[in-house]
């Protein structure tokens, strides 16, 4: 975060001629999906990633009400106190300073599933949870982001079916299209109750849906929300061309297709060294990236640079990296605890204490979010 793209993000959600045209174009924007759900005349496209507002906008400023970008009441000392971490201090000292926010409780784990570990970033516990959640009736459907076919970047899929789970595993890193899914969900007779994953600027703009009667018959449905720690942003799509460029790829990115991978490499400590992105030409070359070389190659800004929260603060449930194989846990909501609990009890995940390890990569992880965050709101609040 920087206090020069806070207050320009700012002036852009406080100019009432402005869309969420202005937050794409000014890099800012985290193609989640929301304000084309939130548009009452469908004006707005997303045409795999960018956003694009038509001529029928009648400038009625849904879009940016929604947008998970607008910060104005987040950027105060009352997100400071959230962040405190008061009771992860006391809970686990070793990792107090990680801005977790209040919970309920937490847990080291891993998914008791070798197949799904094969599948999935760390130690898949998002993926079990969701497992759980469907095989023991806690809800109907999830939301996820899954690759499409002949799609460059991942969009949100709904599956009712926990076998389906393995096919989506992982994180993505890239432009992902989730919340695009909510009129969907909104008017499906089969669904009643949904648990959402997303990133925890997404949850922010569910928090906001639940205060917002717009949304009453979509809320009424989202039963969890999981949340992925997000640190670091995503890159935009000429971000990645000129990446590919780079490596000597000369295509345009609408050229390829993407698939991902996950390549055992023993000697790798960071599960994104694991993860693969593989981009197919049309004559069948593959270029393999890492996708923590897909995250180097994003450019500033991004939705990163005025993102105030890394855990997600507003959901049932946050998951991280502990380990290239385990995940903190933090439950948030008692719905979220009851689920953690009823995956540990069912054996679908398996929990052990904090190791140094544990402790070390949670901190490393944490530690440049925290500060960056921590810097710019002093300033921000300062200049008040």
């Keep these: 975060m920087t206090l020069i793209d806070i207050e320009k993000s700012l002036s852009i959600f406080e100019n009432k ?26 004006a707005i496209e997303y045409l795999d990633p960018q956003i694009i507002v038509n001529e029928d906008c009648i400038q009625c400023g849904k879009c940016l009400e929604i947008c998970s970008q607008n910060q104005k009441v987040r950027y105060s000392k009352q997100l400071i106190d959230i962040e405190r971490n008061e009771q992860i201090k006391e809970f686990h000292p070793k990792i107090g300073d990680v801005p977790l926010g ?3 409780e937490i847990w080291n784990g891993f998914s008791s599933s070798r197949k799904t570990r094969n599948v999935t970033m760390a130690g898949g516990v998002t993926t079990s949870l969701l497992y759980t959640a469907l095989s023991e009736n806690v809800v109907d459907a999830v939301l ?15 599956i009712s079916n926990p076998e389906e789970l393995l096919q989506s595993g992982g994180s993505k890193y890239l432009p992902t299209l989730s919340l695009d899914k909510l009129n969907e969900i909104a008017n499906n ?11 925890p600027c997404q949850a922010y703009v569910i ?9 009453e018959k979509l809320v009424k449905k989202i039963h969890l929300v999981l949340t992925l720690f997000c640190g670091s942003g995503i890159p935009y799509r000429d971000d990645v061309e000129l990446f590919l460029k780079a490596k000597g790829v000369i295509e345009s990115l609408s050229e390829f297709k993407v698939i991902r991978r996950r390549e055992r490499r023993i000697w790798r400590i960071n599960p994104q060294d694991i993860e693969r992105y593989v981009f197919i030409t049309k004559d069948g070359k593959e270029v393999s990236i890492s996708s923590s070389k897909i995250l180097r190659c994003k450019t500033k800004p991004n939705c990163s640079t005025i993102c105030p929260d890394y855990t997600g603060y507003f959901s049932d449930i946050s998951i991280g990296a502990s380990h290239i194989s385990a995940n903190i846990v933090v439950a948030r909501t008692e719905k979220g605890r009851e689920l953690v609990k009823l995956a540990i009890e069912k054996e679908f995940i398996k929990t052990k204490n904090f190791s140094k390890i544990n402790n070390f990569l949670i901190n490393f992880m944490g530690k440049n979010k925290r500060d960056l965050k921590r810097k710019s709101y002093h300033k921000f609040l300062k200049n008040k």
């Excluded at 928090?207 to 949304?215: A, E, R, S």
Aim: a positive charge; aromatic letters at 10%.
């Design 17 to 42: 001629n402005n869309t969420v045209q202005h937050i794409y174009d000014s890099r800012y924007c985290n193609f989640c999906g929301a304000c084309i759900h939130s548009c009452p005349v469908n």
């Design 102 to 104: 209040s919970f309920k």
């Design 144 to 158: 996820i982001p899954e690759f499409t076919e002949n799609k460059q970047n991942p969009r949100g899929r709904i």
């Design 189 to 199: 007779q089969d669904i009643d109750k949904i648990a959402i994953t997303t990133l």
């Design 207 to 215: 928090k906001k849906m639940f205060l917002d009667t717009q949304y």
